[in-house]
């Protein structure tokens, strides 16, 4: 890679972490729906112009922070996701809400405005996909109880942030498996034919 490439990558990768952070520090001041692109310009200093180089719209740019988020909580979870019980994975999940707070509450504050579920939806099924078949007295398809999962762990999340985090990861992790994942998996999954469970 020339020099040049190298340093136009670097500019792009800092121009998105401004940007990044810009959301993140105005949405937290005033809520997603009142900032503005011009606003999110001005804050990370960057073009009104540049800000479209870099990203067609708004949620756009939101979009873009959850998935670099979802990518890093997955690299986490990878070495808990063949474990039975999910506390572990739970507790990967609140410990890294815990360090990411700022980004958490910015995505909980704009879910009403993009359908971040959605996308997360995805992630937890494919993930849930690779343990677990759909059983087959199940009470609900794989998508309900998929749903049901990402909206309750969504609506625990809110709730955790916005108590100021009072219960550890670890409790938080176990009560995940008890209030969402086991029954989830009760009346929709089973693991997978001659996967044995760790």
């Not at 506390?87 to 410990?95: E, H, K, L, P, Y």
């Not at 509450?105 to 879910?111: D, E, I, K, W």
């Not at 971040?116 to 992630?123: I, K, N, Q, S």
Request: net charge neutral; with cysteine; hydrophobic share 50%.
């Amino acid at each position: 890679m020339s020099s040049a490439v190298a340093k136009v990558d670097a500019r792009v990768v800092r121009t998105r972490q401004r940007l990044r952070e810009a959301l993140v520090s105005l949405v937290l001041e005033r809520g997603y729906e009142a900032v503005t692109i011009r606003d999110l310009a001005h804050r990370a200093a960057v073009g009104y112009a540049t800000y479209f180089r870099h990203y067609p719209s708004k949620d756009a740019l939101l979009l873009d922070l959850l998935e670099d988020l979802l990518a890093d909580l997955l690299r986490l979870l990878e070495p808990t996701l063949a474990d039975e019980d999910a506390s572990r994975s739970g507790a990967t999940v609140f410990d890294h809400v815990r360090r990411h707070a700022d980004l958490y509450r910015v995505l909980v504050a704009s879910q009403r405005s993009v359908d971040l579920v959605a996308r997360a939806r995805e992630v937890a099924f494919a993930n849930l996909g690779c343990r677990f078949e759909p059983a087959p007295d199940a009470l609900l398809p794989p998508e309900a109880a998929v749903n049901h999962l990402v909206r309750s762990l969504v609506a625990l999340i809110e709730w955790w942030l916005g108590a100021g985090m009072p219960v550890p990861p670890e409790r938080m992790g176990a009560a995940f498996e008890a209030l969402i994942m086991r029954p989830v998996r009760a009346v929709a999954f089973r693991r997978h034919e001659g996967q044995a469970p760790s």
